[in-house]
């Protein structure tokens, strides 16, 4: 076990780390263990995020003491907390610390109380989420607007309640868990198409509809990928379905609020307002609140996601808070307020990765909230990470199957409240780490993202 107090020395430490185990395996490894005692078979998993956490590589179900804000103190469960600069946490326009949201969020606890006590098809709608309903569907210009309690909900639930098992779904290789579990739990006709790559859409399109032109085929995307810091072509995607009778799903949990002209995302800078079939998004980024969201422009789909949607129909509805809460947000994204606050966000992320390119490092995708710096091999991004959190910045290591294998990276996701001093210091000390880490530092090293 390394002793936190002290420097990390690549010479003596790495050695000593490589012989602990805590630099392999993952978790895929661990998903399906046999045995009849279910649950006792995971104990090689057990032992396994054991070994890592005793070596300080286990950066998972880190605990936030107080607000998710630029500084922030952090704690692994257990004495230590450290308070340092946070990567780690996702309010991209820092409106969890606005006073508007809290007026907003004590304003509904004292009119409507703390929860919406029912499902959406019971009694569980409130006057904030009917308006909260009315404001996304004027922003995204599509009339049919269902909520969700959280955004992974809104993509399992949207995927399952449209699809069924004779239809297809088209997705991209690099999608969200939550889309893919989707799709899988819907059909067993699930093709994943090379990131990105509107021309393989194209072909697997054509390939289903020369032998079946009677059961429908939805392509899910997503406007900012989570992972990769990159974007479709979505006029080219949304044509290319209607080509050939297929429904576009776009999942813009990511960018919706945080970017583009209005806070319309990628959907408001390639100019689709009201133009993708399927607009889905979460209220957990940007919108300072669990929640999430599916909008189109057809009532019969809309009437399908509130009947058939299983998060929707038989899980409580969006608590009258939290619905206020994405409300004021959503009066803050669409001001002159939230103009500044993505200028502020895009600032960072441009300085950030400026500052990334010159220590060496390379990072993926676009300027966004979202700076994925590329590490190579899971045990780069592991020391890395843990040195980076010794140092008290705070950043997401990703690995396998979060990533591909040997595509390793540190997810950093900005805020518009980090402070250019604050954005400086995590780039020299992440230049730092990922030198001592030995990570595939530099514009060639290591094959892109599959
Ligand atoms: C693209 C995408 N959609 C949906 C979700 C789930 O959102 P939530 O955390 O609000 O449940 C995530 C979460 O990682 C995501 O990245």
Redesign the pocket.
């Known amino acids: 076990m390394l002793n936190e107090t002290v420097p990390f020395d690549p010479a003596q430490d790495l050695p000593l780390l490589s012989a602990s185990g805590a630099l392999d395996g993952n978790v895929a490894q661990f998903a399906q263990p046999r045995g009849p005692d279910l649950l006792r078979r995971g104990a090689a998993l057990d032992a396994w995020c054991a070994l890592r956490a005793r070596h300080g590589v286990w950066p998972c179900a880190r605990v936030l003491e107080g607000p998710p804000e630029p500084r922030a103190t952090v704690g692994d469960g257990g004495a230590a907390a450290a308070r340092g600069i946070n990567f780690a946490s996702q309010d991209y326009l820092s409106l969890a610390a606005h006073p508007a949201i809290a007026d907003a969020a004590l304003r509904a606890l004292g009119e409507a109380g703390p929860h919406s006590a029912g499902s959406a098809v019971l009694l569980g709608n409130t006057r904030y989420s009917l308006q909260l309903e009315q404001a996304l569907a004027e922003l995204l210009g599509l009339s049919q607007v269902v909520l969700f309690p959280?955004?992974?909900?809104a993509?399992f639930g949207a995927i399952t309640a449209l699809v069924h098992g004779a239809d297809y779904v088209v997705i991209d290789q690099l999608a969200?868990a939550?889309?893919r579990q989707g799709a899988a739990a819907a059909t067993r006709n699930v093709l994943a198409h090379r990131h990105l790559d509107c021309d393989h859409v194209r072909e697997l399109l054509a390939g289903i509809r020369a032998r079946d032109s009677a059961n429908a085929i939805l392509v899910v995307t997503?406007g900012l990928f989570?992972m990769d810091a990159d974007s479709p072509d979505l006029p080219l995607l949304q044509h290319v379905c209607r080509e050939y009778g297929a429904t576009l799903l776009v999942?813009v949990?990511?960018d919706l609020g945080a970017m583009g002209p209005g806070g319309l995302g990628v959907i408001g800078a390639q100019r689709m307002q009201g133009r993708i079939d399927v607009v889905l998004g979460?209220?957990?980024r940007t919108f300072a609140a669990?929640g999430?969201f599916v909008a189109c422009a057809e009532r019969p789909a809309r009437r399908q996601l509130q009947l058939y949607a299983g998060p929707h129909m038989f899980s409580d509805a969006l608590s009258p808070v939290q619905a206020a809460v994405v409300l004021e947000s959503l009066r803050i994204v669409a001001s002159s307020e939230g103009d500044g606050l993505r200028a502020d966000l895009m600032r960072n992320a441009v300085e950030l990765r400026a500052l990334l390119a010159e220590c060496g490092l390379r990072c993926l995708g676009e300027p966004s909230p979202i700076v994925p710096v590329w590490m190579g091999t899971e045990a780069a991004a592991r020391i890395a990470g843990m040195l980076l959190a010794r140092d008290a910045v705070f950043v997401n290591p990703v690995e396998y199957p979060g990533a591909p294998l040997g595509a390793a990276r540190l997810r950093l996701q900005l805020m518009a409240n980090h402070t250019p001093a604050q954005v400086r210091r995590a780039a020299r000390l992440l230049g730092a780490a990922a030198t001592r880490a030995g990570a595939g530092v530099g514009a060639g090293a290591g094959p892109g993202p599959g």
């Open positions: 959280t955004g992974w909900a993509a969200n939550s889309l997503e989570s999942d949990a990511h979460a209220f957990s669990n999430g």
